[in-house]
Structures are given as C-alpha cells and as structure tokens.
C-alpha cells in the first residue's frame, strides 16, 4: 500500500507551527488532537473529529487556564467516550496534568 493525503492540515490555523498529533478511534469516530502556537507564541492544544470526508473541531482551545502553555496531549478512547490528557504549565511555572472527557454534543 501507499499513504495518501487525507484532506488538509488539521492546525486551527494553518499559518502556525503545531506538534505533537494524537489520533484515536472511539465507537466509528476517528479523533486528533495537537499543540498549535498562538499568535503570541503559546502553546494551545487543539482537537477535532472526522466526520465523512472533513475534520471538524470539538473546541477551539482546550487549556484551561489561558493563556498558558500546554503540550504533550495524548487521546483515549473507551467504547464511545473519548478523553484527552495534556501537560499545562501556568504563570507560576509549575506544570500540571490536565484530562478532560469530550461531552457529547
């Protein structure tokens, strides 16, 4: 076999630089989730679904606490559930793991 395009880039904006890709698949539904700068140069983490042939987004940032830097995010999914971990690190320095569940729409 040969790998092949699969749409687009999946960055909220395709004029930054984005990192670290997690993909999961939970019940039919395939998930990406990534690290995107921001126009200020922090880190934000990004996901979205696929749905027929388009990546659409679940939330337009993730972190919760902006504006800090967050990294490193990692997907699971369990039967239909999807949850999604990541590094967060505040104004104070210290980093903190942070997981959120995709709540259905």
Do not use: C
């Amino acid at each position: 076999g040969s790998w092949v395009s699969d749409g687009t880039s999946l960055n909220s904006d395709p004029t930054r630089h984005a990192l670290s890709p997690s993909l999961v698949q939970a019940g039919s539904t395939l998930y990406a989730a990534w690290t995107e700068y921001d126009a200020k140069g922090i880190s934000q983490i990004h996901a979205k679904h696929r749905t027929g042939d388009r990546w659409v987004s679940d939330d337009p940032r993730l972190n919760t606490v902006p504006p800090s830097a967050s990294s490193a995010p990692s997907l699971l999914g369990s039967g239909p559930r999807v949850y999604i971990a990541w590094k967060e690190v505040y104004g104070n320095g210290l980093a903190q793991i942070v997981v959120k569940q995709l709540q259905a729409q």
